[in-house]
């Protein structure tokens, strides 16, 4: 059976008028779907029987199951979907006054190796398919009765390193006709894949790019980040230029600040010497503790003056707030169920 979250519009309506019905039953397939949250053929009460009959046989809504919640103290919210291969990933719903963000994996496991990230301690399992990184935002949607209004890219994996899946869910999640959410409330976040940056800039999707930057200068980025070896942040750079020339969009450069580590007056001088090379956004974050990775979180005297420096140079800085710590689901802490593979 085909996943439905799989099938762009076009070919749905390809497949319906092979079976003999009009084009407009695809939209009303994908309304049940996306805007009243019926996963269920049989349920769709205005298409023929029949149809829903062939439908169910052919077709399926969601693939995975929902095989562990966890709920912090701040309301953030964490899932744990098994796939039908026995493999699963963590996903997240972050609360906020007027907001819900859901933050997507699009890998099992992840290949990058951040050396303070729980994400690839056991390696790259395999990418996930466009609808099943969808899916996840349904089994956020159902288990939390929320509105999911922001989406970023930042669970477990690579992004662009599953590029044809990242695009295609990113295409149906901005879809008036699916999704619905502005591209502008989309991100997608990435170590930094010179070549790859560039080929999404040429996608004419409106969405923020994060890169996920954690050093200011390339020794010590190597170290932090293994995947970063073959490139360089100038050519990082380089590539976060060419994308907001052409889309317009300013570039988010995401920063964990590790004690003793990247968190040094030195740091903050290069940081800021960086990012007044690019139109962006430096988003700071205090490490989030992960059992086994041998970093401690900043002091907070040392995180303020970080972020005191970067103002004074004229950088844009955000210090962001660490979220539902309490149940391993904070930047940096999604893994695969306890840091072992789910088929244990």
Not at 40 to 46: C, L, Q, Y
Not at 54 to 83: F, I, M, P, S, Y
Not at 310 to 323: E, M, Y
């Amino acid at each position: 059976m085909r996943h439905l979250l799989d099938i762009p519009p076009a070919e749905l309506i390809e497949e319906l008028t092979a079976m003999g019905q009009p084009a407009y039953r695809a939209r009303q397939v994908l309304q049940w779907v996306w805007r009243r949250g019926v996963y269920d053929f049989a349920e769709m009460t205005n298409l023929p029987k029949s149809l829903r009959t062939e439908l169910g046989e052919r077709l399926v809504v969601l693939t995975g199951r929902v095989a562990d919640r966890r709920d912090a103290a701040d309301g953030v919210v964490k899932l744990l979907v098994e796939w039908p291969d026995g493999q699963a990933t963590e996903t997240v719903m972050i609360p906020a006054t007027r907001r819900r963000t859901a933050c997507l994996s699009t890998q099992v496991g992840c290949p990058v190796g951040c050396a303070f990230c729980a994400s690839g301690l056991e390696g790259l399992v395999r990418n996930l398919s466009a609808g099943e990184i969808l899916e996840q935002l349904f089994h956020l949607r159902s288990t939390t009765a929320s509105k999911i209004t922001h989406v970023v890219l930042m669970g477990m994996g690579e992004p662009l390193l599953n590029y044809d899946a990242t695009v295609a869910a990113v295409r149906a999640l901005i879809d008036p006709a699916r999704g619905g959410i502005s591209a502008r409330r989309v991100t997608v976040s990435t170590v930094g894949l010179p070549k790859q940056i560039r080929r999404l800039a040429g996608e004419d999707l409106p969405i923020t790019l994060a890169i996920s930057l954690h050093a200011p200068n390339d020794a010590l980025r190597r170290q932090l980040v293994p995947a970063a070896r073959g490139v360089s942040i100038d050519a990082l750079l380089a590539a976060a230029s060419d994308f907001f020339a052409r889309r317009k969009r300013e570039i988010t450069l995401e920063y964990v600040l590790l004690g003793g580590v990247n968190d040094t007056p030195a740091c903050a001088e290069q940081l800021a010497r960086l990012a007044r090379r690019v139109r962006c956004n430096v988003n700071l974050i205090r490490f989030n503790p992960v059992p086994g990775v041998p970093f401690v979180v900043p002091e907070e005297s040392a995180v303020r003056a970080f972020v005191d420096r970067l103002r004074r140079r004229g950088v844009n800085v955000q210090l962001r707030a660490s979220r539902g710590a309490d149940a391993e689901a904070a930047c940096g802490q999604l893994r695969r169920r306890d840091g072992k593979p789910v088929t244990e």
